[in-house]
């Protein structure tokens, strides 16, 4: 059993900066691919960046790709998603996953999933 809980969102002003974290309790934090969705109001929940097990490999969208970066910290087991250049379509509620898989884009490829924090971007 894995749980999660996610930190750091907030209300921005376009182009602006957040950094999301996703803190992880229980062991063996490292077997775990961990990726990043959103939620849009009235809309469905949408992939935006994975980071597999050792960090080596990571996937984005290709609307954050260049502005987001996702990473990790196996240590303190935390995962991490750094946001630039903050677009109004950004604003979502961010959810933190944990998955077995190595590496995951897909919703029900996930196991584990945080309560999400929601990002705000004023225009």
């Known amino acids: 059993q894995v749980q999660l809980v996610e930190s750091g969102g907030g209300l921005v002003q376009a182009g602006g900066s957040l950094r999301l974290s996703c803190a992880a309790s229980?062991?063996?934090?490292?077997?775990?691919?961990m990726g990043w969705f959103r939620q849009a109001p009235g809309k469905e929940r949408e992939f935006v960046t994975a980071?597999?097990?050792?960090?080596?490999?990571?996937y984005y969208r290709p609307s954050v790709k260049g502005r987001f970066t996702i990473s990790r910290d196996n240590g303190k087991n935390t995962v991490y998603l750094q946001m630039n250049s903050l677009k109004p379509e950004d604003t979502a509620v961010y959810y933190c996953?944990?998955?077995?898989?190595?590496?995951?884009?897909?919703?029900?490829?996930?196991?584990?999933w945080g309560q999400g924090t929601q990002v705000t971007v004023s225009s």
């Open positions: 980071i597999s097990q050792s960090g080596r490999t990571t």
């Open positions: 996953a944990a998955g077995q898989r190595e590496i995951a884009t897909v919703r029900n490829e996930y196991d584990y």
């Open positions: 229980g062991r063996a934090f490292g077997t775990y691919g």
